[in-house]
């Protein structure tokens, strides 16, 4: 029986932004010292057995990684039972030999287990998923937005935003203790915590809009306490649903306001992020897909919204 978090490090352990994060010196911030990171890291490489760690690398983690984050991590892993295999940009220049003393800096070595390797994240982690049966439970843990994990793993992929928070490890906790479960009939998918129904998601039609179609859904949330990170599941979860149908478009979620004015938005509706093609582009966040509705016409939102209804 063997637990996995597929870790990420940029954006999860390293933020994206620096804005007060608590490191490891930072009293080193913006004063890059070379010959002292050289002999640092040449110590570092004999301690650990490594065949590579680039100077600049360690000043990196050691002026860039959050301390609270690793130990978030740590507490995750330790709280679990979990071991990390690596899904992070860092494993094409630190191999299994490596990887290790790169993590002990982080504190982390102890749980290390192994790198999944493949031609793009879903491949390494696909492959690694069905090359090792053992793995009964599993979480990713990433900040960027791949619409083709989402597609394939569902609520699996919790997606960090700047670097982990309590929610994210939180969520991540709760998935690989099974406290989560989705039960679909009808097409209607519900989701329960600890065998309680928090959520049900009741299929209204298919909408075409723009040569897209996108299925539609109605949200109500039967606990309040839980709209977060209920809404934050649903939403990975039907994005995988939603592929598995080829209706791999979008979706759309119409629910009571008071829901998405928990997740820091006022919009009525949601639109499936991963495919959504809006000038050209693909979207890459929920913050931008809150947006498409506003494409909409009123004429068109009166529609959509009067066809919901029950």
């Known amino acids: 029986m063997t637990k996995i978090v597929f870790l990420d490090i940029d954006g999860v352990i390293s933020p994206t932004e620096n804005n007060g994060h608590e490191v490891l010196h930072p009293e080193r911030i913006g004063h890059y010292d070379e010959q002292y990171y050289l002999e640092t890291a040449k110590k570092h490489r004999q301690k650990y057995n490594m065949s590579y760690l680039d100077s600049y690398d360690m000043y990196v983690v050691d002026t860039c990684w959050s301390t609270l984050a690793m130990q978030k991590i740590k507490n995750l892993l330790l709280a679990t039972d979990s071991k990390i295999v690596m899904e992070s940009s860092w494993i094409h220049s630190y191999n299994e030999k490596n990887m290790p003393g790169l993590l002990a800096m982080a504190g982390l070595k102890d749980f290390y287990l192994n790198i999944a390797y493949g031609k793009d994240k879903l491949d390494g982690i696909t492959k690694y998923l069905n090359n090792h049966p053992e ?14 994990l989402a597609q394939n793993y569902g609520f699996y992929l919790v997606q960090s935003n700047d670097v982990i928070s309590d929610e994210d490890c939180l969520m991540a906790k709760d998935i690989l203790q099974r406290r989560y479960r989705f039960t679909i009939l009808d097409n209607d998918i519900y989701l329960w915590y600890d065998d309680k129904k ?3 998601s009741k299929y209204r039609y298919s909408h075409s809009s723009r040569g897209k179609l996108l299925l539609v859904y109605q949200v109500r949330i039967f606990n309040k306490q839980m709209i977060k990170p209920a809404i934050r599941i649903l939403i990975k979860q039907l994005t995988k649903y939603a592929y598995d149908l080829n209706c791999d ?10 829901y998405f004015k928990r997740i820091k938005t006022d919009f009525w509706f949601v639109i499936g992020y991963q495919r959504v093609n809006i000038n050209g582009e693909f979207l890459t966040n929920i913050n931008e897909a809150v947006m498409v509705h506003s494409e909409y016409s009123p004429l ?11």
């Not at 793995?135 to 083709?148: G, L, N, R, S």
């Not at 939102?301 to 209804?309: P, Q």
Request: proline share 0%; glycine share 2%.
């Open 198 to 200: 928090i959520l049900a």
């Open 249 to 258: 478009d979008g979706f759309v979620l119409v629910a009571n306001r008071e």
């Open 135 to 148: 793995v009964t439970d599993f979480v990713i843990i990433d900040d960027e937005d791949y619409w083709y």
């Open 300 to 310: 068109e939102k009166i529609e959509l919204w009067e066809k919901m209804r029950f």
